[in-house]
């Protein structure tokens, strides 16, 4: 149970009468979440929510705190966490990224590496706490950068999608000796604004951390943010949340898209003459469908095109793809390839 004074100073405070009325809707308030804490202010406004929802239902939250270790800061992260849970009265659960393991995600960036061993550690966690899903605090901002950023690279509709609302993950989905397991990950503050998220945690005076990196304009996402997001509120208000109902009206289509038949296929392996036979259009979508399927990658334009051209044009040998992928051609099979030379069938 949350103390008196945090119990006073939040319980009716709009963010969290949403996030109470969100859980309800998801089924949520008799289950046993993982709330993933990075310290930072939007993830503690969903501890306080958390906190709060627990009146009144037999909700069982337990906070998790991931520790990166590539930040000078990152010490002070554990004590500001930890602090946060005490005020909360909300159990926490605290896991470090083994030191080296970044560098062993063979063909990705710093961040994707950090991001799929934050959710190996998360999904570990889950399991051994029998919690049955981990919330995390993306909220309308986040959305709206991260439709900005696929769309500025040229991504198709499941760019265009942003962060779903709920989603369930094979992890790890790359290649691991670690087993696989389902990690249910749910987000409940995507219709909430950064700044409302910030007044929250500003009323009950706590303690947040404050990560630098999230100020670096030379980063795609905080030049979106800082620069970008801020001149478009300017000229329509409200582009924040137009831009996340953008998204949801994109992950619609993607998740009921028009059937669109594919090449022929034996055994999951595609022979790409069929692809011809289809409207240009369809090709286009046929190529993302089989990508995204066998990888997980969203390619961009000129990547489907480049890809739809080497295919319906009977390219040999192999082509890159981007994020230490290759699609490779024998005869008449296309097959696709990830960075650690594991050969997986392109499927639908």
């Not at 149970?1 to 109470?20: D, F, I, P």
């Not at 309800?24 to 310290?39: I, Q």
């Not at 849970?85 to 909300?90: D, F, I, P, V």
């Amino acid at each position: 149970m949350v103390n008196n004074e945090t119990r006073r100073g939040g319980a009716g405070h709009g963010v969290v009468q949403r996030l109470s009325a969100r859980l309800h809707d998801l089924g949520l308030v008799d289950s046993k979440p993982l709330v993933g804490l990075s310290g930072g202010a939007d993830s503690t406004a969903l501890a306080i929510g958390m906190s709060e929802a627990l009146r009144g239902s037999r909700l069982r939250p337990r906070l998790a705190h991931i520790e990166h270790r590539v930040r000078p800061g990152a010490g002070q992260d554990v004590i500001t966490v930890l602090s946060t849970a005490q005020r909360l009265a909300l159990p926490l659960s605290i896991r470090a990224i083994p030191d080296g393991v970044i560098a062993s995600h063979v063909g990705t960036g710093p961040e994707e590496a950090m991001r799929r061993e934050r959710f190996l550690l998360l999904a570990r966690l889950a399991a051994e706490t029998a919690c049955t899903a981990v919330l995390t605090a993306h909220h309308a901002d986040d959305q709206a950068e991260t439709v900005l950023g696929h769309l500025i690279r040229g991504s198709g509709l499941s760019g265009a999608a942003g962060i779903r609302s709920s989603t369930t993950l094979s992890v790890p989905w790359w290649r691991s000796s670690a087993p696989v397991s389902a990690l249910v990950v749910i987000r409940p503050l995507l219709a909430e604004r950064r700044r409302d998220l910030k007044a929250l945690v500003s009323h009950l005076d706590l303690t947040v951390v404050d990560d630098e990196t999230n100020r670096d304009v030379d980063r795609t996402r905080a030049a979106l943010r800082h620069r970008v997001l801020p001149v478009l509120e300017e000229i329509h208000p409200g582009a924040a949340l137009a831009l996340s109902r953008f998204a949801a009206l994109a992950r619609a289509a993607v998740d009921e898209p028009l059937h669109v038949p594919g090449p022929p296929s034996r055994d999951g392996e595609f022979d790409g003459r069929g692809l011809t036979d289809l409207p240009v259009g369809a090709q286009r979508l046929a190529v993302r469908t089989w990508v995204a399927a066998g990888s997980g990658l969203d390619l961009t334009f000129e990547r489907t095109e480049a890809v739809r051209r080497w295919v319906a044009g009977g390219g040999s040998g192999s082509l890159e793809i981007g994020g230490g992928w290759s699609i490779w051609r024998s005869g008449r099979t296309i097959t696709l390839h990830d960075g650690n030379g594991d050969r997986r069938p392109i499927t639908r």
